[in-house]
């Protein structure tokens, strides 16, 4: 089993949609969860950073961490053609681990 | 602010050729330092990692090696390469004790033909 499991799509929505992405794991010592997009043939670029359950909000992404069911979620509101990216998720507890990676398409 | 360059961005190399990726971080002072491999449809696969200079860790054993000779810094370097050797490579760096932050370079597409 994965420590950190991430469907990897593609998910295709309209423009305007809420695209809603999740990670679960399994490593109780995760700490701190992110959220990095990345472009096609680019690095990937952090978007969100959190560390305790709960939400975190920055414009039109929200991170959600529950750390009981060990489960992550990244949601776009109002989701753009821009936005078309592949998002990975990563979790740091001494050492960091990234899921595969979800392909978003974003259609107009 | 901090920047961090990465080249070549793209190359293509026959099997048993030597291959040299350089990375150069600015802006900031003793770095950890981070190579990394993504493999079409894949996630990212940690390959080396650096807390200073000519401080090395292997994640994987491999056809690849590491060096930093100086302080921002990072060459990833094969004697002969393999078809199994191609992918796209990523340069990353971070603050000591950051605990996951990381900031990544453009990355380099190597194809091993």
């Known amino acids: 089993q994965k420590e950190v499991e991430q469907d990897p799509g593609p998910l295709s929505v309209p423009e305007g949609a809420i695209v809603s992405l999740n990670c679960t794991y399994s490593?109780?010592?995760?700490?701190?969860f992110m959220w990095y997009r990345q472009y096609s043939r680019k690095g990937p670029e952090l978007l969100m950073y959190?560390?305790?359950?709960g939400n975190k909000e920055d414009g039109r992404f929200t991170a959600q961490v529950d750390k009981s069911s060990k489960y992550i979620s990244l949601f776009i509101r109002d989701s753009q053609p821009s936005d078309s990216a592949t998002y990975l998720c990563?979790?740091?507890?001494?050492?960091?681990?990234f899921g595969a990676g979800t392909q978003v398409v974003v259609t107009p | 602010s901090q920047t961090i360059h990465q080249w070549p961005a793209t190359l293509v190399q026959p099997v048993g050729s030597p291959l040299s990726l350089e990375c150069t971080v600015e802006?900031?002072?003793?770095?950890?330092l981070y190579w990394y491999r993504q493999a079409a449809g894949r996630g990212l696969q940690l390959l080396f990692y650096?807390?200073?200079?000519?401080?090395i860790s292997s994640e994987v054993p491999q056809n690849l090696s590491a060096s930093r000779p100086q302080d921002r810094q990072f060459i990833l370097s094969s004697k002969k390469l393999l078809l199994s050797d191609s992918g796209f490579y990523l340069c990353?760096?971070?603050?000591?004790?950051?605990?996951?932050?990381?900031?990544f370079g453009e990355g380099s597409r190597l194809t091993v033909l």
């Open positions: 990353a760096w971070s603050v000591s004790g950051s605990g996951g932050e990381l900031f």
């Open positions: 490593n109780s010592a995760f700490q701190y």
């Open positions: 959190t560390y305790s359950s």
């Open positions: 990563a979790m740091w507890g001494g050492k960091l681990q």
């Open positions: 802006g900031t002072s003793n770095p950890n």
């Open positions: 650096s807390v200073g200079i000519g401080q």
